[in-house]
């Protein structure tokens, strides 16, 4: 009943950019963070970046200054800009909500603090 789908990914030289979207459906009320992970093959996935519903956000010091997250005034949209990417910027990445709050038509019953992931969208910078 609910969907995470991102998109944006793609092939980029270093020093290129790229905007990465979040999309997340259903009935939805409210999602209190949203959040950007990586992932590297081999290697734990890393948190990048959270923006909260008031607004607040934190970035991993490895895309401080270079990365920007937003949110869709709507809340259920977020986006990740990229610019200056470095090959250590390739991987997977995963699109995150928490928080969410939503109808569930099938039972009728509002369902609180889920958590949802998305499928993940790859992002290659070539050097």
């Known amino acids: 009943q609910v969907q995470v789908v991102e998109s944006g990914g793609g092939t980029v030289q270093a020093g290129g950019s790229l905007r990465l979207s979040c999309v997340v459906t259903?009935?939805?009320?409210?999602?209190?963070?949203m959040h950007w992970y990586r992932q590297e093959t081999g290697k734990v996935r890393e948190l990048v970046a959270t923006i909260s519903s008031s607004g607040s956000v934190s970035y991993s010091d490895s895309v401080k200054g270079r990365f920007t997250i937003s949110r869709h005034n709507a809340e259920t949209t977020m986006y990740l800009q990229m610019n200056s990417l470095k090959p250590e910027d390739t991987g997977v990445y995963y699109c995150y909500a928490d928080g969410i709050v939503y109808y569930a038509p099938n039972n009728h019953q509002t369902v609180t603090n889920e958590k949802y992931w998305g499928q993940g969208t790859q992002v290659t910078v070539s050097s």
């Open positions: 259903g009935n939805i009320y409210r999602i209190n963070r």
